[in-house]
């Protein structure tokens, strides 16, 4: 018996460390590849070990091409449309879950709907609207933005946590006369933390990994850092090393935030899956 | 008022104090050469032009450039461009695959964003028949806007003048441009006593003869990559090499027996000498393994010359020399018409289009050109520059000496000799057709379709967009 379990743990670890590997492999050469000078980013055959350099990190950090500002651009962005979205999608979630109102459904849908469109037809329109409201390479222009698409992502799945409350609890608090808004600030919104976790960071993920919509509608002022990476990739020639350093300090902040969420995003993920199952 | 000005004073202090900071850290940090050099250089050689530098003092206008160290040089003189004339200037860089994206939605939308941008020449013919752009002819013409015998016009380039141009009138001004070229390595060819091709013939049989995948050599490489810049960057050459061309009076034929021809020429090569991988390598890829030993020849823009001479990067400095575009079978050698040049947005107002102009006539100035090229204080020397004299003169030759054998030569006798301004289909729907021959192209370069399917299918496809 205790031979097929060792066995049994030794196929899952195999497993599962294949699969991170696979995960893990381009993120870790990127890593490398940030720390190498450019002659021995084309080295054949790879090198694995070779003089680490700062230069890279140094040139998108103080360099001509810094991407700070760009950092900071992401970061207004993504934490303004986060904010915006959990502040409307929270109550949005709970009404579309628990309350009965006329046309329900229908809006439902329709919340829904507008995800149904490829975002590359938006653009256009999106464009022309952002001009006459002079919203063009502007925060408030990005941020309204991309409350498109966040905001229905953001409600559907508060929906499916809001439904997940046991809906005794609730009756109870309003039993012992709490108000709706009560209700739902003392009872509910608790229950619901772990999916209001994940879903925050779900969408400031989206925000800030988000490239189609920043480089049309961003411009000099309002630059995005998915955007300003690019430029490392010119007519001239790729900068693989400095492409990859701007890389790693634009994936820093979305990995930290990712470590210091992971128990509510581990358990966002299960409670979500297993409808009804067990108490949080 | 102008347009681009209502943007400025009302920013946040926060954000302003950010860009502050930015700039600042740019200019002490990063390139402290930039600084310096902005204010070292005197105003002299373009206060003798007879313009009135000042005319639209005060005026402001941005325009979009592609990251590439040609514009990069430009940005770094903006200041002196602004001490001549009280015009400031904001540069944008946007990708190259974006820039003209933003351009149609700009000028489509008559928005007045970009006063002006780098316009891939391509898009004239979209531009001009939808009045988005000016013609120039007006500006040139004006004695209060240019003074032609100091900026001499005709000494730009003529193959770049004329892809900037639509029926007689030029709509843009070539900043920078390029030529393809083939570029090999002459150790190899000196080992085994070839010389550079002057037929299709030979260079394939140089290519096969130099072919060695078992020692990471390959004969050949030619962008494979699908895309209108990429393959259909190539292929057109290829084409008119072999006799054939794009049709006439607004007819676009693309699967002419030549075509066909052309296209299996081009499968066949790159199937037989080239790296594996060449089908989705895009030009920095091709000087990337260039510059590693792993390719013997190339054809390409003569500016990869900085890539594959970079010593942090190269291992083949030294031993690279270059030549025309050998002769197809009709006998023609094709090179390309790249350039990229400044129009001006139809939808500005006049003063920021005399701004514009003024900007535009300071750019692509002898003078400016010398200064962002061998006068260049910063690493970066323009190969790219738009004007005869300068590329006969001996400071452009000491700059380019390093770049390898035969380099001017070959790349002037192409300007002057192998230029076809109809080497691609020069006609509004440019855009479609070129994304149609590039998918095309490709499927027949990876062996998904043989050439005259593909062909035929993107005849059907291109006839669908000239209806429509």
């Known amino acids: 018996m205790s031979g097929r379990r060792t066995f049994r743990r030794l196929a899952l670890a195999a497993v599962a460390g294949f699969g991170l590997a696979v995960w893990a492999f381009p993120v870790l050469w990127a890593l490398l590849t940030s720390f190498k000078t450019e002659r021995d980013v084309l080295a054949y055959p790879p090198k694995f070990v070779f003089v680490p350099t700062l230069d890279n990190y140094r040139e998108v950090l103080f360099g001509a091409s810094s991407i700070l500002p760009n950092l900071w651009s992401s970061l207004v962005v993504a934490t303004a449309a986060t904010l915006l979205t959990m502040l409307i999608a929270i109550p949005g979630g709970y009404a579309l879950g628990r309350l009965r109102y006329p046309f329900k459904r229908a809006s439902g ?18 464009y022309l609207v952002l001009q006459k409201v002079g919203g063009l390479d502007t925060y408030a222009g990005l941020v309204a933005i991309y409350l498109t698409f966040s905001l229905p992502f953001a409600i559907w799945l508060m929906v499916s946590y809001f439904e997940d409350v046991p809906l005794e609890m609730e009756e109870a608090a309003l039993l012992d006369r709490a108000g709706r808004l009560r209700a739902l600030w003392h009872v509910i919104l608790p229950q619901v933390r772990g999916g209001i976790a994940v879903t925050t960071i779900f969408v400031f993920l989206n925000a800030w990994n988000e490239f189609m919509f920043a480089v049309v509608l961003g411009g000099n002022r309002v630059r995005p850092v998915t955007v300003a990476m690019f430029n490392f990739i010119s007519v001239e020639q790729t900068q693989w090393a400095r492409l990859a350093a701007g890389a790693m300090l634009a994936m820093a902040p979305v990995i930290l935030l990712g470590i210091f969420a992971q128990r509510h995003i581990v358990k966002g993920l299960t409670v979500g899956a297993v409808k009804g199952g067990g108490r949080r | 008022m102008d347009k681009p000005d209502t ?12 860009a502050r900071g930015t700039a600042l850290g740019a200019a002490v940090v990063g390139a402290p050469w930039i600084a310096r050099f902005a204010h070292a250089q005197d105003l002299g050689p373009y206060q003798q032009g007879k313009v009135n530098w000042r005319q639209a003092e005060g005026a402001e206008i941005t325009i979009a450039v592609i990251p590439a160290s040609y514009f990069d040089n430009l940005i770094a003189l903006a200041p002196q461009f602004e001490a001549l004339t009280g015009v400031r200037t904001r540069f944008e860089k946007v990708p190259p695959g974006q820039i003209r994206q933003k351009a149609l939605l700009d000028l489509s939308s008559k928005t007045a964003t970009y006063a002006t941008h780098a ?48 029926d007689g009138k030029p709509y843009g001004i070539p900043y920078d441009g390029e030529v393809t070229v083939q570029v090999y390595r002459k150790d190899l060819y000196d080992a085994k006593g070839l010389k550079a091709a002057d037929t299709f013939d030979q260079l394939v049989s140089n290519a096969q003869a130099l072919n060695d995948p078992a020692n990471r050599v390959y004969g050949l490489a030619l962008r494979g990559f699908a895309g209108a810049g990429q393959n259909m960057y190539i292929y057109p050459s290829i084409l008119r090499a072999f006799g054939g061309n794009w049709g006439s009076g607004g007819k676009v034929v693309v699967n002419s027996p030549e075509a066909v021809r ?35 020849t190339y054809i390409d823009a003569h500016s990869s010359a900085a890539v594959i001479n970079n010593p942090e990067k190269s291992k083949v400095v030294g031993k690279i020399a270059y030549a025309r575009w050998p002769k197809g079978p009709s006998g023609k050698r094709v090179t390309s018409i790249w350039n990229w040049g400044f129009p001006i947005n139809a939808a500005l107002n006049d003063r920021a289009k005399r701004a514009t102009w003024l900007f535009i006539l300071w750019a692509t100035s002898a003078e400016t050109q010398a200064r962002t090229s061998w006068k260049f204080a910063g690493p970066a020397k323009r190969s790219g520059v738009n004007r005869v004299s300068l590329w006969r003169s001996q400071e452009f030759a000491s700059a380019m000496k390093g770049a390898g054998d035969n380099f001017i030569p070959a790349a002037l006798e192409s300007l002057e000799q192998d230029t076809d301004v109809d080497w691609r289909p020069r006609v509004p729907q440019w855009p479609a057709i070129g994304e149609t021959m590039a998918t095309a192209i490709q499927a027949a370069l990876v062996g998904q379709k043989p050439p005259k399917e593909a062909l035929d299918e993107a005849q059907a496809r291109i006839q669908q967009a000239l209806k429509g």
């Open chain 1, 109 to 126: 849908f329709y919340v829904l709907a507008t995800q149904m469109l490829p975002p590359v037809g938006l653009i256009i329109p999106y």
């Open chain 2, 7 to 18: 943007k400025g004073p009302a920013q946040p202090s926060r954000r302003r104090a950010i």
């Open chain 2, 119 to 166: 316009a891939d020449p391509m898009y004239y013919p979209l531009y001009v028949s939808n009045k988005w752009v000016d013609p120039l002819d007006r500006y040139l013409g004006d004695a209060a806007l240019t003074d032609r015998a100091w900026y001499a016009y005709d000494d730009i380039i003529k193959a770049w003048r004329d892809a900037d141009s639509v």
């Open chain 2, 262 to 296: 052309a296209l299996q020429w081009y499968v066949d090569v790159l199937s037989k000498y080239a790296p594996p991988a060449v089908r989705n390598w895009n030009w920095p890829d091709i000087a990337d393994a260039f510059s590693q030993g792993t390719v013997a």
